[in-house]
């Protein structure tokens, strides 16, 4: 009897260690670093291209981005919302889409992705997939934060304890981000460069679900036109709202309004065979801005087609649509104009950075660990980030990694009544106050996707909840409470880095 419970006792003390070991090495993996060594702290100054300017280039390529649905032994589970939502059909083309500047000294690259997210790490996979001869010197790669595209974060699988992205479709997006970007780096030809700047009201389009109430609301266009023959070449459009439009029942692939405001661009809109507005050809970026806190056209919102003189209150493809001529209808007009202001002469001034972040949220150490969100991590508890500011001409574009929230952006920051810390602003002054020329863009979801981003003052985990309200949505999607301070702080110190290109907020 001694002999068999010394027995039992030895090979559970075995069976023990190597549950103790497996369980160590899992943690190893999951917190593994995907890009040893990386870091970035890049400064291209604009002096030299305005001293001695060169004519500007552009140029614009895309790349479909479509899943698989083929096959059902493996659904697209599709990312936002809920678990277990596999998508059924595509109802319209997902893309990746490239525009490379070049001002005769620096070469930008900017890829936007319909895609929920894009870990730093995949971002990071582009730009060494770019060859060498493309001579980029600086490439983002930004997503559109879609909720009806494939999951390439983890987060959105067939349950808690299965992560939702297939490899081979994350694969398939970087290989289609590196190829988008040789083909705009192929199709460079002189341009010139508009700069708009769109006062865009808020009601019936977009809703604020968390105090304090703070919009980024305004469209802001970079418009580049051929010098031989004044066409169209494509444009970059920056708003800030969630592409969430569907809602949560949907199942079908789609670019949602962004995908609909890029085609009334390029093709013009057109409804039982007449044509109701003209397009302008060329190939269109739709970049997402300040989108945290959280901006959405929630199902309460009634959305008007300007077009089609129809109204849409309940979510659908319909509504997106709506959204998408909404903006069309603002746009249009700038770009069809034949006396905008142009200038083919555009410095590029860049500057990025790479920064490490706490993670205080024990949800995503836990996602992390169970191999549902697959991205490195620089130390324990700590992941690598970047963010950046980038000139162009009379613009600045500023690169954040997530979805910040507007009142860092353009102020209105609170010292929150019922919030977990009783102090005073910290994210101060206001980034678009620290900010060169204008307009002034910023690129949210840019090589990463943090969460959210929240004011500090403004952060509430426990009761009582902020302004009396019952309870709040978005920590639960946050790295932390110290996020914001320190992408602000390293934001700001680019700022104040940057001569200014040109005058006015």
């Not at 525009?99 to 060494?128: E, Q």
């Not at 985990?461 to 932390?480: A, D, F």
Request: glycine fraction near 10%; include cysteine; proline fraction near 7%.
């Amino acid at each position: 009897m001694k002999k068999l419970l010394f027995r039992i006792v030895r090979w559970g003390a075995v069976l023990l260690v190597m549950v103790v070991i497996g369980l160590v090495a899992r943690g190893v993996y999951a917190f593994r670093d995907r890009t040893p060594g990386y870091a970035l702290d890049l400064k291209i100054e604009a002096a030299k291209s305005r001293a001695a300017p060169k004519p500007l280039r552009v140029g614009f390529a895309r790349i479909k981005i479509n899943p698989n649905l083929s096959d059902p032994k493996r659904p697209v589970w599709v990312a936002g919302f809920s678990h277990h939502r596999a998508a059924t059909a595509i109802h319209d083309d997902i893309w990746a889409i490239a525009c490379v500047v070049d001002d005769g000294y620096t070469r930008f690259g900017v890829v936007a992705l319909d895609a929920i997210g894009f870990f730093h790490d995949d971002a990071v996979a582009v730009r060494r997939g770019c060859a060498p001869e493309w001579k980029l010197d600086y490439t983002t790669v930004c997503s559109t934060h879609n909720h009806s595209t494939p999951d390439l974060m983890g987060l959105w699988g067939a349950d808690v304890l299965h992560t939702g992205v297939d490899p081979r479709y994350r694969q398939q997006v970087i290989a289609a981000a590196t190829q988008a970007l040789g083909e705009a780096v192929a199709a460079l030809q002189p341009a010139r460069v508009a700069f708009h700047e769109i006062a865009t009201p808020t009601d019936g389009l977009v809703a604020d679900t968390r105090k304090p109430i703070v919009f980024d609301p305004d469209i802001r266009v970079l418009h580049f036109t051929s010098v031989t023959n004044g066409a169209t070449l494509g444009s970059i459009v920056g708003w800030a709202n969630h592409p969430e439009t569907p809602w949560s029942k949907n199942t079908e692939i789609t670019a949602d309004f962004c995908g609909f405001l890029r085609d009334a661009l390029e093709h013009g809109v057109t409804h039982e065979g007449r044509v109701l507005a003209a397009g302008v050809g060329g190939i269109h970026l739709y970049v997402n801005g300040a989108v945290g806190g959280l901006m959405t056209t929630h199902p309460s919102v009634t959305v008007r087609d300007p077009y089609l003189q129809q109204e849409f209150k309940e979510p659908s493809h319909e509504k997106s649509r709506a959204v998408g001529h909404q903006l069309a209808a603002r746009i249009l007009p700038l770009l069809a104009a034949t006396n905008a202001a142009a200038t083919d002469i555009a410095p590029i001034g860049i500057r990025a950075r790479t920064l490490q972040i706490p993670i205080d949220n024990k949800l995503f150490l836990a996602a992390a660990y169970l191999g549902l969100i697959d991205r490195g991590h620089v130390h324990w508890k700590k992941m690598r980030t970047e963010v950046a500011l980038v000139t162009l001409g009379e613009a600045s574009i500023a690169c954040v990694p997530g979805e910040i929230y507007p009142e860092i952006i353009n102020g209105g920051i609170e010292r929150a009544p019922g919030g977990d810390f009783d102090i005073e602003p910290v994210e101060v002054p206001a980034l678009r106050e620290l900010m060169p020329g204008r307009p002034k863009f910023v690129f949210g979801l840019a090589n990463d996707e943090l969460g959210y981003i929240i004011p500090k003052s403004e952060w509430d985990e426990k009761p009582p909840y902020l302004y009396g309200s019952k309870g709040v949505y978005g920590e639960v999607n946050s790295c932390g409470p110290d996020t914001a301070r320190l992408l602000h702080t390293a934001l700001a110190e680019l700022c104040r880095e940057t001569k200014s290109p040109g005058s006015g907020k």
